[in-house]
T-cell receptor, first 111, second 116 residues
């Protein structure tokens, strides 16, 4: 089936540090989305990307749609304790179709 | 904007009973809604895609007679777990895609189902 390889699997960083995570695929996607999920809650959309090469920011978060359309990364600058959670990437192909999700990156922050 | 609610947020039921979970888009119309299941420390597993006014499309391995989905309006989809058993215990999450040219899905807060 369709697979997204998300890395790293988990991160344990110091408060104030920058964070970087990425997703790669062997096939092309037309949409890349990044979500954050807190324990016991549903995922919350952070950033949506629709064009190859697109770089989009949302506060301290920055995400890019890879030029090959097979990868995307998410950066978090100056991490804070509330950044703790699981981050998922998701790729979409055709409009309205289902998304393919990565396995998630667990982020823990030491204050 | 783009708020999705789910009800109930948690439910405990006896084995053999049926449980209905509602998913509502509160401030937008959703032509398509999706139902996911999530096991602890795992990613989201798509169960089915639900389009308003038509039959749901189930993923391989998901029993359509076990997990009944109804999408009667542009703001409401329901998932009914029929004759629930302990192995159906899980976190069920719905999402809704607004009508329009993009692929974003907005998720509900999830429903924790425990079958005794």
């Amino acid at each position: 089936g369709q697979q997204l390889n998300q890395s790293p699997q988990s991160m344990f960083i110091q408060e104030g540090e920058d964070v970087s995570m990425n997703c790669t695929s062997s096939s092309i996607f037309n949409t890349w989305l990044w979500y954050k999920q807190d324990p016991g809650e549903g995922p919350v959309l952070l950033i949506a990307l629709y064009k190859a090469g697109e770089l989009t920011s949302n506060g301290r978060l920055t995400a890019q749609f890879g030029i090959t359309r097979k990868d995307s990364f998410l950066n978090i600058s100056a991490s804070i304790p509330s950044d703790v959670g699981i981050y998922f990437c998701a790729g979409g192909r055709e409009y309205g179709n289902k998304l393919v999700f990565g396995a998630g990156t667990i982020l823990r922050v030491k204050s | 904007g783009a708020v999705v609610s789910q009800h109930p947020s948690w439910v405990i039921c006896k084995s053999g009973t049926s449980v209905k979970i509602e998913c509502r888009s509160l401030d937008f119309q959703a032509t398509t809604m999706f139902w996911y299941r999530q096991f602890p420390k795992q990613s989201l597993m798509l169960m089915a895609t639900s389009n308003e006014g038509s039959k749901a499309t189930y993923e391989q391995g998901v029993e359509k007679d076990k997990f009944l989905i109804n999408h009667a309006s542009l703001t409401l989809s329901t998932l009914t777990v029929t004759s629930a058993h302990p192995e159906d215990s899980s976190f069920y999450i719905c999402s809704a895609r607004p009508s329009g040219p993009h692929n974003e899905q907005f998720f509900g807060p999830g429903t924790r189902l425990t079958v005794l």
